[in-house]
């Protein structure tokens, strides 16, 4: 299972770390993309970063300002959201997967930026 935290309630322009801490399987092994979702709208792909760490790649909406990390010593993968606006409240997810092997989800932080 993957599960996240580091979520909460931030004013605009603050930052937050999230965190997605993997178990019960070889997370060294698994790429972990973050997803963001908001009530009525489909989830948004935001962040990937391979199993490595060697390669990252974020979403338009989100470059310049996250950066995705891991340390796979910990199983833990970090989402670091700086200059955090409004349009980013949401519930952040983080998935695990490899070749050939079911994906894992997480149930989720939620992310709330406002004044």
């Known amino acids: 299972q993957v599960v996240e935290s580091g979520g909460g309630e931030v004013q605009p322009g603050g930052s937050l770390r999230l965190s997605c801490v993997g178990s019960?399987?070889?997370?060294?092994?698994?790429?972990i993309t973050w997803y963001r979702q908001v009530p009525g709208k489909g989830r948004e792909l935001i962040a990937h970063?391979?199993?490595?760490?060697?390669?990252?790649h974020y979403a338009d909406s989100v470059k310049a300002r996250f950066t995705c990390s891991r340390d796979n010593a910990k199983n833990t993968a970090y989402l670091q959201m700086n200059n955090l606006k409004p349009e980013d409240t949401a519930v952040y997810y983080c998935?695990?997967?490899?070749?050939?092997?079911?994906?894992?989800w997480g149930r989720g932080t939620r992310v709330t930026v406002s004044s």
């Open positions: 019960e399987f070889p997370f060294s092994y698994y790429d």
């Open positions: 970063i391979t199993s490595t760490g060697g390669s990252t």
């Open positions: 998935k695990a997967d490899s070749a050939d092997v079911p994906v894992i």
